[in-house]
């Protein structure tokens, strides 16, 4: 694989490749922390497709309110004052890409065992968001690294790298 390239778009959706691997190697429920003009809307039709639930969770109203034309009856947004309201189930795929930085160690961590794969985007800043002691306590770690924004996922159940 070429690795560490310059994305055209920046920094956005060099996320799109891991997370719909995780997705179509999974089963049950998707969640999302944090809304986004790439992850929202492809996760939403992947769900769709695959009639799965998709839970899309944001604390930016503005962002939030992007979204919030595709709620379905599998689709459903939840604006959230405090990200420690998320509760903590059963799933397939979570999604992390969230603000603040300091509050992704949490989710990952909280999701450990209850997430077939956890998708992290953000992980070439690994020091700036404090991940490599919660990245070490998964028995699989994949970081796809095409892009120099790079993305990792984690599982205790998947053998991720072979995705």
């Known amino acids: 694989m070429i690795k560490n390239r310059e994305n055209p ?53 503005d962002w939030h309110l992007n979204f919030v034309d595709l709620k379905s009856d599998n689709h459903d947004f939840i604006l959230v004052e405090d990200w420690s309201q998320v509760p903590v189930i059963d799933c397939g795929v979570v999604f992390i890409d969230h603000a603040p930085a300091e509050r992704r160690v949490i989710d990952i961590e909280r999701f450990q065992n209850n997430a077939q794969i956890l998708v992290v985007h953000d992980t070439d800043a690994i020091n700036y968001y404090g991940y490599q002691p919660y990245f070490d306590k998964f028995k699989y770690v994949w970081k796809y690294e095409r892009f120099k924004k790079s993305t990792t996922l984690l599982s205790n159940f998947i053998d991720v790298s072979k995705l």
């Not at 995780?22 to 939403?44: C, K, R, W, Y």
């Open 9 to 61: 778009s920046g920094a956005f959706g060099t996320h799109i490749h891991p997370l719909v691997m995780a997705v179509l190697n999974t089963e049950g429920t998707v969640i999302e922390f944090g809304t986004g003009d790439f992850s929202t809307t492809i996760l939403h039709e992947l769900c769709k497709y695959q009639n799965r639930k998709l839970i899309s969770y944001d604390d930016h109203k």
